[in-house]
């Protein structure tokens, strides 16, 4: 599946690179792209699909596109349409953080790796939300 002009929205360089870290942990029971049936928003029903799912330890990863999500590390801002640009993105981030919460209402722990962060670092962060089982919530790659 592509968006905008031909980028990819599933099965991304980073997406690939967090898995096979997963593998390599020994980490290789999760589903990839399964979609969550969400509480709905406003008067419409809503849904999400996690980049990988741990559906035993409700482990949730999202990896985000620096450029489609706006990484605050970083993220260049495009130099023609430009305002067009920014609300898109902000609409992600704001699709991003309703999904977030509505996981967490239904007791998912999210991961949320940004694009140029450590597969390693990603895959280590999952070993350590099941480790700990720590309770619902949004987490970071540290």
Known sequence: MTTGAGQKSKDTLAEIEVREAL???GLDHYREHRTIALPPWGNRSQRTTPDVL???EKIAVFVDGCYWHGCPV???DTRTNT????AKR???RARD???SRALETLGWRILRVWEHQSAAAA???VQAMIDVDAGPGTYAVP
């Open 54 to 56: 741990f559906e035993d």
């Open 23 to 25: 593998d390599a942990l």
């Open 97 to 99: 953080q309703r999904h």
């Open 83 to 86: 305002a067009e640009w920014r």
């Open 90 to 92: 902000a609409q992600n």
């Open 74 to 76: 970083c993220f260049r």
């Open 123 to 125: 895959a280590k962060a």
